[in-house]
């Protein structure tokens, strides 16, 4: 085997069939011309990384200043930021999806199947469900509940202090805001269920909608117990061999639809990652499966996508991927295979699942830098931005609810804007705060304080930057100055 294989050696090809057309996974070694390409690129980068004669990076110039081109190494998430979703239509057909099982397979409530229009209102990112009250909540970055609903009913001041005290803090929620997740206290386990992005944000409006028709049908509960049955409803919609199968739902109609779901890359966007990768070594780490996420990679960049990065690595099950030590697998078609030892890595390898610590040996290993400054691009808040900021990598937050709610000194606007923006759960980045304060300071939501104390920039979308050189330099988040690029959300400055 070669030793730019990116995968095992096999004496078959696996081939998917992908909306009408045979789609080849870089997984295999399948000794054709593409492969060839990939190879070649492969080894120029490895030739440029061990002729790179510095051996230890330099620290930043200016750490008000963000660069790409300060970093050694740069990854990126796959979706919702290489792959930008419709999120609207998106939302809409996972909220079908999940409806029509509980309906079928539990016995819900037919108004589950309503369209999911009447509550569009309720969704926003960063919601926190009491899992047993049936209560959904907004919380500030300190842990104080903002608002409140019960289902999908607005609760006053007076009933959330009723419930939670005169503080309005709930001490599981306080816990969960320090490093969002769900289960970071053993003691509030099944306690609390938390809402990050728009795949899991349907599931919210079903369970508030169980709920609601629950309170109808027998009155107010004790104890609602609904979740577990909602959970298994979401996860069904996103099993791993689905895609293959074309069962679930959400994945036959992704594949078999995606210009109804999936923005192409623009010529420009293209153009960038290609000068990014030229650059530094890049890698891809994304939660997809390989045969999904080379679906999507190819209609949005081209059935070249693969050589748009050096590493590309699948069902990382971020955000353990950065701290805990899983092997990587080796790629047999869309299954994994044996686990791959860590001195056998390649720079342009393909894999499935692995670890950080391994790929930052590999990265040192190759371009013989001691310290290699690192920067991940992602949209989700919690696994693309807060946990590698623990472990010291730089991050640059993908905040679609900028384009929607509207930046300063710029007309970019975000199609499904009005999906993104609650009347009653009030704006991404601020509610009920101080009307007196204007700029950052008037950040005070849980979510929208992440990027400020985690990544060095925050952008509606990589297509935003991409209209820049790669070395244009951007203002980062610091004590003085505002990483918001194109600009700070309109609301900060009325």
């Given at each position: ?379 989700h808040l919690a696994y693309d931005v807060l946990a590698p900021s623990q472990i010291g990598i730089d991050s640059v937050a993908i905040v679609e609810e900028l384009a929607a709610e509207g930046m300063c000194g710029d007309s970019m606007d975000h199609e499904a804007g009005p999906d993104l923006m609650s009347s009653y759960w009030g704006s991404f980045f601020t509610t009920d705060g101080n009307n007196r304060i204007m700029g950052l300071e008037r950040i005070n939501t849980l979510y929208a304080s992440v990027p400020l104390k985690c990544a060095r920039i925050a952008i509606p979308s990589i297509e935003s930057v991409a209209l820049k050189p790669i070395k244009h330099p951007y203002e980062a988040f610091t004590g003085d100055s505002s990483g918001y690029y194109p600009g700070d959300p309109v609301i900060l400055h009325f």
């Amino acid at each position: 085997m070669p030793e730019w294989s990116v995968s095992v050696t096999v004496s078959e090809t696996f081939h998917f069939n992908s909306n009408g057309s045979e789609m080849v996974l870089h997984t295999v070694d399948l000794n054709d011309e593409q492969d060839e390409c990939l190879q070649d690129k492969a080894l120029k980068k490895k030739f440029w990384c061990k002729n790179n004669k510095k051996k230890k990076q330099q620290p930043f110039s200016d750490p008000d200043i963000f660069k790409f081109t300060d970093y050694d190494s740069i990854g990126f998430d796959l979706d919702n930021t290489i792959c930008r979703y419709k999120v609207g239509e998106l939302m809409r057909m996972e909220y079908n999806y999940i409806a029509e099982y509980l309906v079928n397979k539990y016995g819900f409530p037919n108004s589950l199947l309503l369209p999911i229009e009447d509550d569009m209102d309720f969704i926003q990112k960063g919601l926190i469900m009491d899992i047993a009250r049936g209560n959904f909540m907004k919380i500030s970055d300190k842990g104080m509940i903002l608002r409140a609903t019960h289902g999908t009913r607005p609760l006053t001041r007076v009933e959330i202090i009723e419930t939670y005290g005169e503080k309005r803090i709930w001490e599981p929620a306080l816990v969960f805001k320090d490093s969002l997740n769900d289960h970071s206290n053993p003691e509030f386990k099944g306690v609390l269920r938390s809402f990050k992005d728009y795949f899991d944000l349907p599931a919210a409006v079903a369970c508030a909608r169980a709920i609601d028709a629950l309170d109808k049908e027998d009155g107010p509960q004790e104890i609602y117990d609904l979740w577990q049955d909602v959970h298994v409803a979401m996860c069904n919609l996103y099993r791993r061999e689905h895609f293959r199968n074309d069962e679930g739902g959400f994945f036959p109609e992704v594949k078999y639809h995606p210009e109804k779901y999936l923005y192409e890359c623009s010529d420009k966007m293209k153009k960038w990652l290609k000068q990014i990768n030229e650059h530094t070594y890049t890698f891809l780490i994304s939660g997809s499966s390989i045969d999904y996420a080379s679906h999507i990679a190819a209609y949005v960049l081209g059935e070249d996508w693969r050589d748009y990065f050096d590493t590309v690595v699948c069902t990382s099950k971020k955000p353990a991927f950065w701290y805990q030590n899983k092997p990587f697998k080796y790629l047999i078609g869309a299954d994994d295979g044996d686990d791959v030892p860590a001195n056998k890595l390649e720079l342009d390898g393909t894999y499935s699942g692995g670890n950080w610590p391994d790929l930052y040996n590999l990265l040192k290993q190759e371009t013989n830098i001691e310290n290699p400054h690192c920067l991940y691009i992602g949209d989700h808040l919690a696994y693309d931005v807060l946990a590698p900021s623990q472990i010291g990598i730089d991050s640059v937050a993908i905040v679609e609810e900028l384009a929607a709610e509207g930046m300063c000194g710029d007309s970019m606007d975000h199609e499904a804007g009005p999906d993104l923006m609650s009347s009653y759960w009030g704006s991404f980045f601020t509610t009920d705060g101080n009307n007196r304060i204007m700029g950052l300071e008037r950040i005070n939501t849980l979510y929208a304080s992440v990027p400020l104390k985690c990544a060095r920039i925050a952008i509606p979308s990589i297509e935003s930057v991409a209209l820049k050189p790669i070395k244009h330099p951007y203002e980062a988040f610091t004590g003085d100055s505002s990483g918001y690029y194109p600009g700070d959300p309109v609301i900060l400055h009325f």
